[in-house]
């Protein structure tokens, strides 16, 4: 995570308007599940192909789609992200 505190990085981060997401120095846990879903995303998706950024926003679009939707994970008790949120919202 060093990249992200370069300081010519958060100034680029800083005049696109983006809220830079941190947690404290040495607490990497909260970036776990962005991992695990970018190494499934680069498992199961074919996306060196797409030829232009509308077509890469597509093939990311449907890939979060399936995941949210459709994909079981023996981690949230064999629900799929949406299933184990409202699982989670109704206890």
Not at 32 to 60: I, R, T, W
Not at 69 to 74: G, I, L, N, T
Request: aromatic letters at 14%; charged letters at 25%.
């Amino acid at each position: 995570g060093v990249h992200y505190t370069n300081p010519l990085f958060q100034k680029k981060v800083k005049e696109l308007g983006i809220t830079q997401s941190m947690s404290r120095r040495g607490n990497c846990w909260d970036n776990a599940p962005m991992e695990s879903f970018f190494g499934h995303f680069k498992d199961e998706v074919e996306y060196k192909g797409c030829k232009s950024l509308g077509e890469l926003k597509h093939v990311v679009n449907a890939y979060m789609k399936e995941y949210n939707h459709h994909r079981y994970q023996w981690g949230l008790n064999k629900m799929t992200p949406d299933q184990y949120r409202s699982h989670l919202l109704a206890a």
